[in-house]
């Protein structure tokens, strides 16, 4: 017991010394990629003709604010960001009339999100920490693009364009009206971020992890029999400088 104390009381003594070490708040910038894809609890409507969504690169870029609320090299971490999200899918499919085709989709969406994390600051000497950290995100979709096409060598390439946050008149083959395409996806996403970041100086290198814990398909009640739950994915790799 007198052992654990005294561990306790050194980690406690460190903790507290290195802190006097760091600054109180970080703004920094940051920059990177993101391998985004979405995870679906059901088959989707590609996934029944034998496609599997396939994560896609993207990017991100925005602003970083830390904050020591305590003694120990403990931060509060937050942010703003633009981030590129996206996914690609590709299937072979019969149509009701025998004509057999590949089926393409490929979305790109626009998202504005807010981490909120914990990062505990350990110094490896010289320049060099290293911080885990843990937390959550919040994310909204503001705008994007899905494209789908069917080709084959009878009918050839046709395809549409939609954007999945908004409910719009499309002009879909084989309608002489356009086609009211209705919302396909929940502006809000929420969910954890996981992350391990290295600091040399001022400078930042960061790998993080969203795990999307909100359903954000948006398909109509009439859409389908079966409701296909969606959920975000996104790995990150970040630069960064702090000032």
Not at 109 to 114: C, D, K, R, V, W
Request: aromatic share 16%; hydrophobic share 35%; charged share 15%.
């Amino acid at each position: 017991m007198k052992k654990l104390f005294i561990t306790a009381a050194l980690v406690a003594i460190a903790g507290a010394a290195l802190a006097q070490n760091t600054p109180k708040n970080i703004l920094g910038i940051r920059a990177g990629l993101n391998f985004s894809n979405i995870k679906m609890e059901e088959a989707s409507y590609m996934e029944m003709f034998g496609g599997k969504p396939q994560g896609k690169a993207g990017f991100h870029v925005g602003i970083s604010e830390e904050f020591r609320p305590f003694r120990a090299p403990l931060y509060i971490e937050t942010g703003f960001y633009y981030m590129h999200r996206g996914l690609q899918c590709e299937a072979t499919v019969t149509t009701p009339k025998g004509v057999v085709g590949k089926l393409e989709s490929t979305a790109n969406l626009s998202y504005f999100q807010m981490p909120l994390v914990l990062n505990y600051r350990i110094d490896l000497g010289g320049k060099f920490t290293m911080s885990p950290s843990l937390g959550v995100y919040f994310a909204y979709g503001f705008t994007g693009n899905v494209n789908q096409t069917f080709s084959n060598p009878h009918t050839g390439i046709y395809g549409i364009d939609y954007n999945p946050f908004v409910t719009e008149s499309i002009s879909y083959p084989g309608y002489n009206t356009p086609y009211e395409m209705e919302k396909q996806a929940k502006n809000f996403d929420m969910g954890m971020r996981f992350g391990l970041s290295a600091t040399y100086g001022k400078f930042v290198w960061g790998l993080g992890y969203d795990l999307g814990c909100k359903d954000i398909a948006n398909y109509p009640d009439d859409y389908t029999d079966t409701k296909y739950k969606s959920y975000a994915r996104n790995l990150t790799l970040t630069l960064g400088y702090n000032f």
